[in-house]
Nanobody
């Protein structure tokens, strides 16, 4: 059974930092692209960041470029999202997701339908 467990969320002031972690199990972690998504109340889930299983390449939505960094540690089956210079607009429930296809690459990599496996989410709240 595929399991993704996020942690690291919390309440921070604008300008602060958080590091989210996602512990994965139940599949060959090294072979699958991973993504981070977020969903604010009343809004659709949106892609935040993506990291390749093949070459370490990454992608970010425009609103977080220069502030967020995604990384993965295959030895620990864990993907991270380092979030710096947080803004109130970043407030959301953050989800880790695993692409079900092996080494899919950057095809629909920031779209919800591309992912079959999701964590339970971790709440990030940024106060102004």
């Amino acid at each position: 059974e595929v399991q993704l467990v996020e942690s690291g969320g919390g309440l921070v002031q604008a300008g602060g930092s958080l590091r989210l972690s996602c512990a994965a199990s139940g599949f060959t972690f090294d072979d699958h692209d991973m993504g981070w998504f977020r969903q604010a109340p009343g809004k659709e889930r949106e892609g935040v960041s993506w990291i390749s299983s093949r070459d370490g390449s990454t992608s970010y939505t425009d609103s977080v470029k220069g502030r967020f960094t995604i990384s993965r540690d295959n030895a620990k089956n864990t993907v991270y999202l380092q979030m710096n210079s947080l803004k109130p607009e970043d407030t959301a429930l953050y989800f880790c997701a695993a692409d079900p296809r092996v080494h899919r690459g950057p095809y629909s990599h920031m779209l919800v339908p591309a992912y079959d496996y999701w964590g339970q989410g971790t709440q990030v709240t940024v106060s102004s």
